[in-house]
């Protein structure tokens, strides 16, 4: 079973540009996240999908950031336009069900975003 | 609110010797606490959790650590360090009033001497 993907691994972009980055769950899982860790800081939640839902945005820092769930597949979560603050590692995660029921959310390997 | 402070940045053992990687954790409800564990390159990876069952909690690769409900702690161990042992362990809480988001702590870095 292939796990969770992201793409691309590493982007470096200028203030103010736009930047998509794409999150792959595990196959049949409804659940998916993205949480994200600035330099020196503890990685924190942004949001959560069930399908194509939202479920909890919450974490979200602003309004330059679109997060989409089309068809309940992948995800992508747009940037626009960049700041400075942005850069670090964007972690999406993936569960079939609700935490309390099946206890982990499996990682991706992260996209490091770095805006200049 | 939940919040999680792990107590070490950096902890360094020699190969061959326990590792202890301290975790506090503060929660409204009862919680669930995880330890990740992120290789370099690679996605973070569940070692172990606690879900209110048995409080010492077993994992992988040799690893376990025990929920102390009067400590609010929940560290983690391993008797004997191995080379590849080395990597940032992550202390998570999630409380179980049905929230999905985890709460992550800064991470311990652990290095692992020969």
């Known amino acids: 079973e292939a796990g969770v993907t992201q793409f691309p691994s590493h982007s470096v972009i200028e203030k103010g540009q736009t930047v998509t980055l794409r999150c792959d769950p595990i196959s049949g899982h409804d659940n998916l996240y993205w949480y994200r860790r600035v330099m020196g800081k503890e990685i924190k939640f942004l949001l959560h999908?069930?399908?194509?839902?939202?479920?909890?945005e919450s974490g979200m820092p602003n309004n330059r950031f679109l997060a989409e769930r089309t068809g309940g597949t992948y995800s992508t979560l747009k940037v626009q336009p960049a700041e400075l603050e942005d850069s670090g590692v964007y972690f999406c995660?993936?569960?079939?069900?609700?935490?309390?029921?099946?206890?982990?959310?499996?990682f991706g390997p992260g996209t490091r975003l770095t805006v200049l | 609110a939940q919040s999680v402070t792990q107590l070490d940045s950096h902890v360094s053992v020699s190969e061959g010797t326990p590792v202890l990687l301290r975790c506090n954790y503060s929660s409204s409800y009862s919680p669930s606490l995880f330890w990740y564990v992120q290789h370099p390159n690679k996605g973070l990876q569940l070692l172990l959790k606690?879900?209110?069952?048995?409080?010492l909690v077993k994992g992988i690769n040799g690893f376990e650590a025990e929920f102390k409900k009067s400590e609010t702690s929940f560290h983690l161990t391993k008797p004997s360090a191995h080379m590849s042992d080395a990597a940032e362990y992550f202390c998570?809480?999630?409380?179980?009033?049905?929230?999905?988001?985890?709460?992550f702590g800064k991470g311990t870095k652990l290095t692992v001497n020969p």
């Open positions: 606690y879900t209110s069952a048995a409080t």
């Open positions: 999908f069930v399908k194509e839902s939202k479920q909890d």
């Open positions: 995660a993936s569960s079939r069900g609700e935490l309390a029921l099946t206890g982990e959310q499996f």
């Open positions: 998570v809480v999630s409380d179980q009033g049905g929230s999905e988001k985890l709460v």
